[in-house]
């Protein structure tokens, strides 16, 4: 086992090259099995990140959330930086009763190990967020990386 920040690597090997890989964090947890070519990932997001129309299949892009905007009318805008591309989706999964809003939807992937370890990175990573509260009174914390996704265009 080797414990890299808020995550718990643990790698198992198995006969011909496989291993099991999963980390777990706060509110997020990442699980992957890799195969000699592809790795299946398990993300878990909010649904205000996921696409209501998002199946088994679907082809969609990971992005990183860099920053959230809200109007007077309530309209939400995200800044974000595309993670991966092309990703198909394998399952996704309502969760009914997550452990926090941010592990409300588990979407499993099949992915490269190269993109893997994209993932595996970004989610390590820390970011500091400023919010403005109702009142005024503003609010920075340390937070790990959210990720969002969007359905590619040329999705069939």
């Not at 718990?8 to 099995?33: D, R």
């Not at 009914?96 to 099949?110: D, M, Q």
Request: glycine share 4%; aromatic share 6%; hydrophobic share 40%.
């Amino acid at each position: 086992m080797l414990n890299i920040g808020w995550s718990l690597l643990t790698l198992v090997a198995v006969n011909i090259n496989p291993c099991v890989v999963s980390m777990q964090g706060q509110a997020h947890a990442i699980k992957f099995l890799v195969s000699e070519d592809t790795v299946t990932v398990e993300l878990f997001f909010a649904k205000e990140h996921v696409p209501s129309d998002l199946k088994s299949g679907s082809h969609v892009q990971l992005l990183a959330v860099k920053g959230k905007s809200v109007t007077s009318t309530g309209k939400t805008t995200y800044m974000t930086s595309v993670l991966a591309r092309n990703l198909e989706v394998e399952s996704v999964t309502n969760i009914e009763k997550p452990k926090s809003e941010e592990a409300a939807v588990k979407v499993v992937f099949n992915v490269s190990k190269e993109i893997a370890i994209k993932i595996v990175k970004a989610k390590e990573q820390l970011v500091t967020v400023y919010e403005t509260s109702s009142d005024g009174q503003k609010k920075m914390e340390k937070r790990h990386l959210t990720f969002r996704l969007e359905l590619m265009k040329n999705n069939n």
